[in-house]
């Protein structure tokens, strides 16, 4: 499980440091910074597909000319914070990941330049690895390097020769980064018919036929998956069928008690996103870290709390995690206790580019608050966003744990 995720410089975060549990809900105005969290974690997801800097920020064309993995959001350059307006003075940005597996605690962290002179793309200046606490492999790269340091991919996804790093260690570390899954689930995508034995559900929704075929071959998670697909909709399901068409291709139907036969083709943008959500969730024997923007987007507010119920019980399993943005007051006035202690506001001053990140449980009475008002009306009415902004003075002290410059860190409880 990922258990933190620090961001220096890295978009519009000075120094912000994210905290995971199973299921954690991030919130935040538009523009604030949600879906540069995502990216960040796409970042070191690339780096743990083996990809190089400049493949993981710029896009990486695989074998047949189809794009194998998509640029990081924005312009390259603009991955680094922008100080005002300008990136001039920063060019690096660093991030660091710790994860819990198997009860151990490990970290990994590097950091990336981007080259003053503007030719020569990106470069690992540092990179390190630390099995509880203790650092196990470090490389800190000079200025001389730089035209060699261009060809390196980061170390974490490839063996080094005399690899001071285990393979138990390095399959930590890799498997959590391995295993993240960015999900935009697209009814249009989840329509179409799907190649015999594509068993994995794509990052659009691709494959939803065979992924839910494969679903059904177990009686018992049949069951569930039906279960929780008529509590989700106003349809009496009976069942699914799988109906191969001359090409071979798998398509789906759905089937009502009434008789009624309905194709994905027509089946309603919901439905589908239902079943997207359905089969990511309970193929939980392949474990992964999934990460939804907006689970809520298409969901009626009515059936947003089975859906959050569902993810809150799947993650407490604890083989999947899950990590959402969302702008749904549903979703926070329904959630757990545990859910609302790793929930996560990011916040952007208006005046100001830098965003934060707080757990919301650390606003002031918020505990309290959400006892007597609801948290979705601190939401809507624009009290998390006050409280927010009033914080900020001396809620920024989080970041001087780590080097407690001031000795600031002292005054924390
Ligand atoms: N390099 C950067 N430096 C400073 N701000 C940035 C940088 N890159 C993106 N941003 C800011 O991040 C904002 C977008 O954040 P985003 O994560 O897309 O928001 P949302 O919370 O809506 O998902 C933009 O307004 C942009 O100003
Ligand atoms: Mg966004």
């Given at each position: 499980?990922?258990?933190?995720?620090?961001?220096?410089?890295?978009k519009?975060?000075?120094?912000?440091?994210?905290k995971?549990?199973?299921?954690?809900?991030?919130?935040?105005a538009?523009?604030?910074?949600?879906?540069?969290?995502?990216?960040?974690f796409?970042?070191?997801?690339?780096?743990?597909?083996?990809?190089?800097?400049?493949?993981?920020?710029?896009?990486?064309?695989?074998?047949?000319g189809?794009l194998?993995?998509?640029?990081?959001?924005?312009?390259?350059?603009?991955?680094?914070?922008?100080?005002?307006?300008?990136?001039?003075?920063?060019?690096?940005?660093?991030?660091?990941?710790?994860?819990?597996?198997?009860?151990?605690?490990?970290?990994?962290?590097?950091?990336?330049?981007?080259?003053?002179?503007?030719?020569?793309?990106?470069?690992?200046?540092?990179?390190?690895?630390m099995?509880?606490?203790q650092?196990?492999?470090?490389m800190?790269?000079?200025?001389?390097?730089w035209?060699y340091?261009?060809?390196?991919?980061?170390?974490?996804?490839?063996?080094?020769?005399?690899?001071?790093?285990?393979?138990d260690?390095?399959?930590?570390?890799?498997?959590?980064?391995?295993?993240?899954?960015?999900?935009?689930?697209?009814?249009?995508?989840?329509?179409?018919?799907?190649?015999?034995?594509a068993?994995?559900?794509g990052?659009?929704?691709?494959?939803?036929?065979?992924?839910?075929?494969?679903?059904?071959?177990?009686?018992?998670?049949?069951?569930?998956?039906l279960?929780?697909?008529?509590?989700?909709?106003?349809?009496?399901?009976?069942?699914?069928?799988?109906?191969?068409?001359?090409?071979?291709?798998?398509?789906?139907?759905?089937?009502?008690?009434?008789?009624?036969?309905v194709?994905?083709?027509?089946?309603s943008?919901?439905t589908?996103r239902?079943?997207?959500l359905?089969?990511?969730?309970?193929?939980d024997d392949?474990?992964?870290?999934?990460?939804?923007?907006?689970?809520?987007?298409?969901?009626?507010?009515?059936?947003?709390?089975?859906?959050?119920?569902?993810?809150?019980?799947?993650?407490?399993?604890?083989?999947?995690?899950?990590?959402?943005?969302?702008?749904?007051?549903?979703?926070?006035?329904?959630m757990?206790?545990?859910?609302?202690?790793?929930?996560?506001?990011?916040y952007?001053?208006?005046?100001?580019?830098d965003?934060?990140?707080?757990?919301?449980a650390?606003?002031?009475?918020?505990?309290?608050?959400?006892k007597?008002?609801?948290?979705?009306?601190l939401l809507?009415?624009?009290?998390l966003?006050?409280?927010?902004?009033?914080?900020?003075?001396?809620?920024?002290t989080?970041?001087?744990d780590?080097?407690?410059?001031?000795?600031?860190?002292?005054?924390?409880?």
């Amino acid at each position: 499980m990922i258990t933190s995720l620090r961001l220096r410089n890295f978009k519009n975060f000075a120094d912000e440091t994210l905290k995971l549990g199973p299921f954690t809900v991030i919130v935040g105005a538009n523009a604030s910074g949600k879906s540069n969290i995502r990216d960040a974690f796409r970042f070191l997801h690339g780096i743990g597909r083996g990809y190089t800097l400049a493949e993981i920020i710029g896009g990486k064309v695989g074998v047949g000319g189809q794009l194998e993995w998509e640029p990081i959001r924005g312009a390259p350059n603009e991955i680094v914070r922008m100080f005002d307006g300008s990136n001039e003075e920063i060019g690096e940005f660093y991030v660091r990941l710790s994860v819990r597996t198997g009860g151990k605690n490990m970290d990994y962290s590097c950091t990336v330049g981007i080259n003053p002179d503007g030719k020569d793309g990106f470069r690992l200046l540092t990179e390190m690895m630390m099995a509880e606490n203790q650092p196990i492999f470090g490389m800190v790269n000079s200025e001389q390097e730089w035209r060699y340091m261009q060809e390196v991919r980061p170390a974490l996804a490839r063996p080094l020769d005399h690899d001071p790093i285990s393979e138990d260690q390095r399959s930590c570390l890799c498997s959590s980064i391995q295993s993240m899954r960015f999900l935009e689930l697209s009814p249009a995508r989840m329509r179409e018919p799907s190649v015999p034995g594509a068993t994995i559900l794509g990052d659009y929704g691709q494959n939803l036929p065979t992924v839910l075929e494969a679903i059904c071959a177990d009686a018992d998670r049949k069951q569930t998956l039906l279960s929780w697909f008529e509590e989700l909709t106003p349809m009496d399901v009976q069942g699914f069928e799988f109906p191969r068409d001359p090409s071979g291709r798998v398509h789906l139907y759905i089937t009502e008690r009434n008789g009624r036969k309905v194709s994905a083709y027509s089946a309603s943008d919901g439905t589908l996103r239902f079943l997207g959500l359905l089969a990511a969730l309970l193929n939980d024997d392949a474990g992964g870290i999934y990460f939804f923007e907006k689970i809520d987007n298409g969901i009626h507010p009515s059936r947003l709390w089975l859906l959050l119920d569902l993810i809150e019980r799947q993650t407490a399993k604890g083989k999947i995690q899950v990590i959402t943005t969302t702008h749904s007051p549903a979703l926070l006035a329904w959630m757990n206790d545990d859910t609302f202690e790793h929930t996560s506001v990011v916040y952007r001053d208006q005046y100001w580019s830098d965003s934060v990140i707080r757990h919301i449980a650390d606003l002031y009475r918020l505990r309290e608050l959400r006892k007597s008002y609801g948290l979705e009306r601190l939401l809507t009415n624009g009290w998390l966003e006050d409280a927010m902004k009033a914080s900020e003075g001396d809620a920024d002290t989080d970041h001087l744990d780590d080097d407690d410059e001031d000795g600031w860190g002292m005054e924390e409880e």
